[in-house]
């Protein structure tokens, strides 16, 4: 789901997001972020146990559909005798499909991948089922893009880089540039997502403004 432009930062982030909160019932995305962080939680529900966030979800529409019952009768027993009650207007409830993936990934990895940003834990969830991130450290140490020529092209450039020896972010930002015909509104945000997925992973840590292999050949 996009997230609407005047969205708060804590947009679709399970967990922040409760519909007993003060805050966000007075939201302007409420019912959007609503909807995200529901799709957040199937996606993740496969590595971490978040049966207890889902639980509340379900609650929360079963409570909507009761005061929704309760208002249906309300209105009809203020009809008068013989009157026909107009049609009222309900609430749809969206059905997305969530695709089922089999997460192969170790305890620790699982950890990191709560901890990061929605975007990315589903990058990563990705990665992880495919074992391309075990892939990725091993040819760190053996000095060689495991990523050459596949997607995402932006990690694959940014991989490239890093068995190199390291980047600065501003040389990143000119590498994807360059390599994918970007502008650095579209890189920057990429740099920061592949510096973020590198780090986290143990891949590579930042020494003096630069992003240097942390495991090496």
Do not use: Y
Not at 130 to 147: A, D, P, W
Not at 151 to 157: A, F, N, T
Request: with cysteine.
């Amino acid at each position: 789901m996009e997230k609407p432009i005047n969205a708060p930062g804590c947009f679709a982030a399970a967990s922040v997001f409760s519909r007993d909160s003060d805050v966000c019932n007075i939201c302007c995305a409420m019912s959007e972020c609503a909807q995200a962080s529901l799709e957040t939680l199937q996606a993740i529900r496969g590595i971490i146990n978040v049966s207890d966030l889902l639980a509340r979800h379900e609650q929360a529409k079963k409570i909507a559909r009761k005061a929704m019952q309760e208002r249906d009768a309300e209105a009809a027993a203020a009809l008068p005798p013989g009157n026909i009650q107009p049609p009222l207007m309900r609430a749809v409830e969206r059905q997305t499909k969530v695709a089922v993936m089999k997460i192969e990934a170790s305890a620790d990895d699982e950890r990191i991948i709560a901890t990061l940003p929605v975007k990315l834990q589903k990058i990563a969830i990705t990665l992880c089922s495919k074992g391309v991130l075990q892939g990725m450290k091993k040819g760190l140490i053996e000095g060689r893009n495991v990523l050459a020529e596949s997607k995402p092209s932006w990690l694959s450039v940014a991989l490239t880089h890093l068995v190199a020896g390291g980047f600065a972010r501003r040389e990143l930002r000119e590498a994807m540039n360059k390599a994918l015909g970007w502008e650095t509104s579209s890189s920057a945000p990429h740099v920061s997502m592949a510096i973020a997925i590198f780090t986290a992973f143990g891949l590579a840590k930042e020494v003096e403004g630069r992003i240097v292999p942390e495991v090496w050949h």
